[in-house]
């Protein structure tokens, strides 16, 4: 490749990324509020001492090295939104500039242009840019280690420190760091069997082994019961027999290849499954022709992840597998590359048919970039354009904004009034809450058991005035016997309030319970 196109590409590339920089800049400085996950951690965060970042002074599993960085941030900068999403937004901007780095070494041409479009407006990777959240910081790290990995390989302690350091801000670290290993062995056979490379090896593995013991083993029955780090599933193998069991009956295979396909829609935001499949399995087989080590890394850990999935030792789904993307764009961007190649090799070089197969290879690979990137690029926009959340990109998150809410009790709250806060609401209502110990001091925060919601409130002597911020599906003082009367019913409030919208109703005395304010 001539200096001229060299210099093409890394202009092009350099484009791209400042786009992609873009729009996360831009979603990150929308008005957006701080949903009930943020809350949680910022809560766990502002304990005091270094409390807050392992377990049990956390409420969910988070590396320590990211609650760590979280910590000195809050206690530097304050909890505000802009400080709470910083990290995130840090760690995202430079997976993006490791990625320019890796796929300019790596992956030139048409092919490393695609990956990096697909990296830059990958809508889940621009969602979880700004959300106060360790996925992004997982993608930095899976990025960075794909980058430095190789041009390690000389130096082994310091390969052996940066491994080690890193599974401390990303658990998922450790499928790259392993990837890599054994792609080495694959590639070079018995050479890579050294004493230093296995020392490099074990290193890492005491590391990770360190980081398990202290934040992960704790949750060996994980609050969401979707983290599957403890191994209990694989254990349970291995009781009945783990090289005896007959994996076809337990669907290990079709399990494995339909997490893998959902990993091609999200994380990597490449939602034709089939086309993205054909060139996802064009891209490993290119790699396993080549034996290219950032390629066959890339490989190993999504065969290692979707393994670990089917197994269930570690969900592959949704933003915990957001760590997942740059392997797979990085494969299908191979795949793309291997498609250009292919046309380039028909007829000799100046033929009629060499020039034609050259370019129907580029139109087909430009066609199958926009049709990939079209869909997540318009998502991208439009939450850098308008700040608004893509509902489906929550899963089944169906929290509002309760900002107003609060701002309301704060205008119009009396020292006697006391507030009742709908579970779902909680932690977001303690956050926006921290410097107004006005509203905190009569606060009844009612459990997720509905049930013990509803005695908690029936226990209750109504008289004065109370404040119900709740949820619309979860109308609970709604099924009180007290209420019914007075509301006429569970039916009147629904008509009332529209379901999953957060709702401020005031009851005072023996007056009818007044609906104050409803978001839209």
Not at 19 to 37: K, P
Request: glycine share 8%; aromatic share 12%.
């Amino acid at each position: 490749m001539t200096a001229k196109s060299l210099s093409k590409f890394h202009i092009l590339a350099a484009l791209i990324i400042l786009a992609g920089i873009s729009v996360r800049f831009f979603y990150y400085q929308s008005d957006r509020y701080i949903w009930s996950d943020e809350a949680e951690m910022v809560l766990d965060v502002l304990q005091p001492g270094a409390s807050g970042i392992l377990p049990p002074t956390t409420h969910k599993m988070y590396p320590p090295g990211f609650m760590a960085v979280e910590k000195l941030l809050l206690l530097a900068f304050g909890h505000g939104e802009g400080v709470v999403r910083f990290l995130p937004l840090f760690a995202s901007v430079l997976s993006l500039v490791f990625a320019f780095l890796l796929i300019s070494r790596e992956l030139r041409g048409i092919g490393g242009l695609a990956a990096l479009v697909f990296l830059s407006v990958s809508a889940p990777l621009v969602i979880f840019s700004t959300e106060a959240k360790h996925y992004s910081l997982d993608v930095l790290v899976a990025v960075f280690l794909l980058y430095i990995l190789p041009r390690l390989e000389a130096h082994g302690r310091l390969a052996a420190f940066v491994g080690a350091v890193a599974v401390w801000f990303s658990w998922t670290g450790i499928f790259t760091l392993l990837a890599f290993w054994v792609a080495g062995a694959v590639r070079e056979g018995r050479r890579h069997l050294t004493l230093r490379r296995f020392t490099v090896l074990g290193v890492w593995l005491a590391s990770f082994a360190a980081c398990y013991k202290l934040s992960i083993a704790p949750w060996s029955n994980p609050p969401a019961g979707d983290i599957y780090w403890s191994g209990a599933q694989l254990k349970a193998y291995f009781a009945a027999g783990f090289f005896k069991a007959r994996w076809y009956e337990l669907g290990f295979l079709p399990e494995a290849l339909a997490k893998l396909q959902g990993l091609l829609v999200f994380p990597a935001g490449l939602n034709h499954t089939a086309v993205a499949s054909v060139f996802f399995g064009c891209g490993c087989i290119y790699t396993l022709m080549k034996k290219n080590h950032t390629g066959l890394t890339a490989l190993l850990c999504i065969l290692g992840i979707t393994a670990a999935a089917a197994l269930n030792i570690y969900p592959m789904a949704g933003r915990v597998a957001l760590f997942a993307a740059p392997a797979l764009i990085f494969l299908v961007g191979q795949g793309i590359a291997a498609l250009v190649s292919l046309t380039s090799g028909f007829g000799s070089a100046h033929s009629r048919v060499a020039r034609f197969a050259s370019t129907a290879g580029v139109a087909l690979s430009l066609a199958v970039v926009v049709l990939f990137s079209w869909q997540s690029a318009r998502k991208s926009i439009s939450l850098a354009k308008q700040g608004l959340m893509a509902h489906s990109a929550r899963g089944d998150f169906t929290g509002t904004d309760i900002r107003p809410l609060v701002r309301y009790l704060d205008r119009n709250v009396r020292p006697d009034d006391k507030i009742w806060i709908d579970h779902g609401d909680n932690d977001t209502y303690r956050y926006y809450t921290l410097a107004k110990p006005e509203l905190t001091a009569n606060v009844v925060y009612l459990p997720r058991s509905e049930d013990d919601a509803l005695k908690i409130i029936a226990a209750q002597e109504f008289h004065g005035r109370h404040w119900f911020l709740l949820s619309g599906r979860d109308a609970y003082p709604a099924r009180h016997p007290g209420y019914t009367a007075t509301i006429n019913g569970k039916a009147q409030l629904r008509r009332k309030v529209q379901p999953n919208k957060s709702v401020l109703l005031l009851y005072e005395g023996g007056e009818k319970v007044k609906y104050v304010k409803a978001l839209p």
